[in-house]
C-alpha cells in the first residue's frame, strides 16, 4: 500500500493534539468537505475520504502510536481501511446515524465511501453532520390574493422538519407524536404561508428552519406567481390589459368589471385609448387598460360577463 499523507496535516491539528481536538477538527472539515456542499466536484469527495481515513487512524491509541513511531519512514504502510470500523468511527465523531436502519452505515471502506454520497447522504443529513436542505416551492395565487394578502398551505416535500415541534422532537414536554421524536417527517409537512399585503410576482418568500432536517436545518422557498387573463402583461407593480369593445358599447360608455375593479367608459372611445385606474395593480401601481374595438371579442366578452361567476371577467 502506497504511504498516506501525514494525518495530522490532514486534520489541521498539532501532533500534541488531544482526542477532543482531532475529534473537532474532523466534525468542522467534514462539514466543509462533504461533496454534497459541493455538488459534482470530485476533489470534495477525495477530500471528505481523505478526512476521514485520517481521522480513522488518529483516534486509535495504537494506529496514532504506531504513525507516530514509523509514518516518517517508507516502511510505514497505511492501515487496510477496508477493515476499519466505520460504524464506530462515525459514532465516535458523534455524527449519530442510525446504523439499525436496512440502510444503515457499511463496514467495508469502499463500501461506505460508495453509499455516503449517494442513499446514506440523507441520514447523514438527518444525524446533523451537514446543513439540511433548503426546500424550494413555486405557487400561482389570484390577483385578488395578491392585492389583499392571503393565507396559502403548501406542501413540503420530505423529508422535512415538524411544524409541531419544530425539529426538537419534543412537544409540549414529551415525544412528538407527530413525528415519533424524530424531528422531521420522512413524507413531508403542509404549512401555512402568509402571503403579504401587495406581493409582486417573482417574490420568494422563505419559512426558516422548515426545510431539510440537519444542522441548521434547510428553509422553506417559496417563490410567487400571480394568475393573469391571457390578455393581461404584469411590469413591475403596474398590470396592462387589454378590453374588447364592440363599436356600440365605446360609443355609448359604460360600466366595465376588469380584475375585480368596476370601470367606467367613457363616451365615443377610440381604438388603442388608454384609461390608467391608480392603485389598480400591485402594491400602489395601477391598471392600464386599453380599448381594442371589435365587435365579435365584445360580445363574447358581454357573454362571458353574464355567465362566468369571477372577478377576471376580462380574459
Known sequence: ??????????????????????KSAYRRLAKLHHPDRNAGNKQSEEKFKEISE????????????????????????????????WQSVFKDADINIDFDMPTGMPKSSNLLFK????????MIRQSGILPGENRELNI??????????AKKRIKVPGPSICSHCKG??????????RCQGSGFLKSGEELELSVPKGVKRGTKLRLKAMGGPGTPPGDVIVQIDIKLPGNAKMVDRDIFIDLP????????????RVLGLDIEIEKNMKDGQLIRVQGGGIAG???????????????????KSKFVNTMEVVR
Open 1 to 22: 500500500m502506497a504511504s498516506i499523507r501525514n494525518p495530522y496535516e490532514v486534520l489541521g491539528v498539532e501532533r500534541t493534539a488531544d482526542i477532543n481536538e482531532i
Open 54 to 85: 485520517a481521522y480513522a487512524i488518529l483516534r486509535d491509541p495504537d494506529s496514532r502510536s504506531n504513525y507516530d513511531r514509523f509514518g516518517h519512514q517508507q516502511k510505514y504502510q497505511q492501515p487496510d481501511f477496508n477493515n476499519v470500523d
Open 115 to 122: 453509499l455516503l454520497f449517494g442513499a446514506v447522504n440523507k
Open 140 to 149: 400561482k395565487i389570484n390577483l385578488n390574493d395578491a392585492r389583499s394578502g
Open 168 to 177: 426538537s422532537g419534543i412537544y409540549i414536554g414529551k415525544s412528538c407524536d
Open 245 to 256: 369593445l364592440t363599436p356600440l358599447e365605446a360609443a355609448k360608455g359604460k360600466n366595465v
Open 285 to 303: 401601481g395601477d391598471l392600464v387598460v386599453k380599448i381594442v374595438l371589435d365587435v365579435w371579442q365584445g360580445l363574447w366578452r358581454n357573454l
